[in-house]
T-cell receptor, first 112, second 110 residues
Framework: ETGVTQTPRHLVMGMTNKKSLKCEQH?????MYWYKQSAKKPLELMFV???????ENNSVPSRFSPECPNSSHLFLHLHTLQPEDSALYLC???????????FGPGTRLLVL | GQNIDQPTEMTATEGAIVQINCTYQ??????LFWYQQHAGEAPTFLSY????GLEEKGRFSSFLSRSKGYSYLLLKELQMKDSASYLC???????????FGTGTRLTVIP
């Protein structure tokens, strides 16, 4: 149990679907992150929230939309995705930004 | 810019010792992290070095040399369960984030 949970663990969606990924941390951390991990590539940062405010957005396409309603919850809303968006999506949290990050189990996404 | 280099793959024998190297280039240094990631699972934190020298934690040790921009992770008494990817990461300069290397996939063989 890492203290960071993600749902769903697996998701298959069509290119016209709309879905959301959910992340919840029970560690009292102030910073939360979304990463994308594709095969044989390094972890790619997508979004960073620090004290519920978005502080980083690494040129992510608008078909990915983050939401951070409070410091414990983070969502990633998906719409009109492409097959190349198929990957493992990892959520992480840390006490403050740039400190040790603790990862959730990830959502394995397949876009058909 | 920022850059992290690690070997892509390594193989070692059960019971042996293996050293996984990481070199980094960054305009400002604020520590170096090592993470372990088993296939299909999330990365888990192993160590954090901010000062030069060796930090030992059970079978795993991590070394840092800031002047050389170099770190290594040392795994002793290798076990089959140590087969995983090992990720080197540095806080990204001027950003609230960690910058990860591509990881080193370690295979432990009997």
């Amino acid at each position: 149990e890492t203290g960071v949970t993600q749902t769903p663990r697996h998701l298959v969606m069509g290119m016209t679907n709309k879905k959301s990924l959910k992340c919840e941390q029970h560690l009292g951390h102030n910073a939360m992150y979304w990463y994308k991990q594709s095969a044989k590539k390094p972890l790619e940062l997508m979004f960073v929230y620090n004290f519920k405010e978005q502080t980083e957005n690494n040129s992510v396409p608008s078909r990915f939309s983050p939401e951070c309603p409070n410091s414990s919850h983070l969502f990633l809303h998906l719409h009109t995705l492409q097959p190349e968006d198929s990957a493992l999506y990892l959520c992480a949290s840390s006490p403050d930004a740039s400190e040790t990050q603790y990862f959730g189990p990830g959502t394995r996404l397949l876009v058909l | 810019g920022q850059n992290i280099d690690q070997p892509t793959e390594m193989t070692a024998t059960e019971g042996a010792i293996v050293q996984i190297n990481c070199t980094y280039q960054t305009s400002g240094f604020n520590g170096l992290f090592w993470y372990q990631q088993h296939a299909g699972e999330a990365p888990t934190f192993l160590s954090y070095n901010v000062l030069d020298g060796l930090e030992e934690k059970g079978r795993f040790s991590s070394f840092l040399s800031r002047s050389k921009g170099y770190s290594y992770l040392l795994l002793k008494e290798l076990q089959m369960k140590d087969s995983a990817s090992y990720l080197c990461a540095c806080p990204q300069t001027g950003a609230n984030n960690l910058f990860f290397g591509t990881g080193t996939r370690l295979t432990v063989i009997p």
